[in-house]
T-cell receptor, first 114, second 115 residues
Framework: DGGITQSPKYLFRKEGQNVTLSCEQN?????MYWYRQDPGQGLRLIYYSQIVNDFQKGDIAEGYSVSREKKESFPLTVTSAQKNPTAFYLC?????????????FGNGTRLTVT | AQSVTQPDIHITVSEGASLELRCNYS??????LFWYVQSPGQGLQLLLK??????LVQGIKGFEAEFKRSQSSFNLRKPSVHWSDAAEYFC?????????????FGDGTTLTVKP
């Protein structure tokens, strides 16, 4: 079955360390996205990519970085510059980057930084 | 700027009772509207979407939603709730020129189902 795979499901890091979250999709989708979810809040967009080798900042990009070297993969690095990195991170994809295509989500990675 | 308000943070209904989750949006043109459901510790799953045409849209799992332009609302309904419907529900809005991932999400409504 096609879908989005996020790994690992749980991730623990010490403050000051960079950490990379994996996101792979086999849906042949062009667009991919990273969201952050905090308790009691909706989803906030970190970065998105509409095509390979191109990506744009979302609403809360500071302290994060991404790459899109392959269509299937969109890893997110949480850097030590991110002031409050503990959160639930969701990766998503869509068929077209334009008109209202719905999002397909992975099952998320819960990052805890102490 | 587009925005979404889900006025109810938490709703509790009895199994078998009807359900309505409210969603109000703000958007300058014709919106694209979505409802997603999230089980604990999981990603979001699309329940239904509205782009144009019939204002009453049917989704998966027996859900439906009605678009009311005059009220800027897109409320989600289900005639008879099942215990497995307990989850968090998110309304989202985007537009024709909006990348799907740049849809704006509400803060969510948590549904509890009493036996």
């Amino acid at each position: 079955d096609g879908g989005i795979t996020q790994s690992p499901k749980y991730l623990f890091r010490k403050e000051g360390q960079n950490v990379t979250l994996s996101c792979e999709q086999n849906l042949n989708h062009d667009a991919m996205y990273w969201y952050r979810q905090d308790p009691g809040q909706g989803l906030r967009l970190i970065y998105y990519s509409q095509i390979v080798n191109d990506f744009q900042k979302g609403d809360i990009a500071e302290g994060y970085s991404v790459s899109r070297e392959k269509k299937e993969s969109f890893p997110l690095t949480v850097t030590s510059a991110q002031k409050n990195p503990t959160a639930f991170y969701l990766c998503a994809s869509s068929t077209r980057a334009g008109v209202g295509s719905p999002l397909h989500f992975g099952n998320g990675t819960r990052l805890t930084v102490t | 700027a587009q925005s979404v308000t889900q006025p109810d943070i938490h709703i509790t209904v009895s199994e078998g009772a009807s359900l309505e989750l409210r969603c109000n949006y703000s958007y300058g043109a014709t919106p694209y509207l979505f409802w997603y459901v999230q089980s604990p510790g999981q990603g979001l799953q699309l329940l239904l979407k509205y782009f144009s045409g019939d204002t009453l849209v049917q989704g998966i799992k027996g859900f439906e939603a009605e678009f009311k332009r005059s009220q800027s609302s897109f409320n989600l309904r289900k005639p008879s709730v099942h215990w497995s419907d307990a989850a968090e529900y998110f309304c989202a809005v985007g537009g024709a020129a909006t990348n799907a991932g740049k849809s704006t999400f509400g803060d969510g409504t948590t549904l509890t189902v009493k036996p």
